[in-house]
Antibody, heavy 114, light 112 residues
């Protein structure tokens, strides 16, 4: 059974940092592009970052470039998102997503507020 | 960026009646490999999104055959042949050929 489980969300002050991770199982993690997608409260979906199976290519939406870093550990079947210089507009549920949207986690809520 | 425009944004439907959602891309979604990287997702209230359709018209495993997708290039449609109560939620289109990958605004399907 395919499982994707995110962790690391929480409340953080503006300018702060947070590290999200997801643990994947039930598929060949090392063969899949992986992504982070977020959804602000009551809003639609926004692709945030994307990483190639071997980690050699990474892509970010403009609004997070220079602040967020996506990484993966294929030995541990894990994907992470280091989020720095957080802003109120980064408040959202963050989903870990397998290539093309085939599998999604349950999401982890990040709230940026003082 | 490839802008994905869905219509309608709100879709009240009577149970058992058909429904149709349109999605238009500002750029062609056909890759050099001949594939079109376009998908449809369903997000039921309080749940994570679930993929229904990939590469325009391919249904994912477990998706009822009342859901179908069609289209080409820049214009795509999701059709539900007979709406059931469990179909209530928000439907999103998505392209993943151009970076940043982008979603449509979402279409909220409700039962009349």
């Amino acid at each position: 059974e395919v499982q994707v489980v995110e962790s690391g969300g929480g409340l953080v002050q503006p300018g702060g940092s947070l590290r999200l991770c997801c643990a994947a199982s039930g598929f060949i993690f090392s063969s899949n592009w992986m992504s982070w997608v977020r959804q602000a409260p009551g809003k639609g979906l926004e692709w945030v970052a994307h990483i190639k199976p071997d980690g050699s290519e990474k892509y970010y939406v403009d609004s997070v470039k220079g602040r967020f870093i996506i990484s993966r550990d294929n030995a541990e079947n894990s994907l992470c998102l280091q989020m720095n210089s957080l802003r109120a507009e980064d408040t959202a549920v963050y989903y870990c997503m397998r290539d093309g949207g085939l599998s999604w986690g349950q999401g982890t809520l990040v709230t940026v507020s003082s | 960026d490839a802008v994905m425009t869905q219509s309608p944004l709100s879709l009240p439907v009577t149970l058992g009646q058909p429904a149709s959602i349109s999605c238009r891309s500002s750029q062609s979604l056909v890759d050099s490999d001949g594939n079109t990287y376009f998908s449809w997702f369903q997000q039921r209230p309080g749940q994570s999104p679930r993929r229904l359709i990939y590469k325009v018209s391919n249904r994912d495993s477990g998706v009822p055959d009342r859901f179908s997708g069609r289209g080409s290039g820049t214009d795509f449609t999701l059709q539900i042949s007979r709406v059931e109560a469990e179909d209530v939620g928000v439907y999103y289109c998505m392209q993943h050929i151009h970076w940043p990958h982008t979603f449509g605004q979402g279409t909220k399907l409700e039962i009349k």
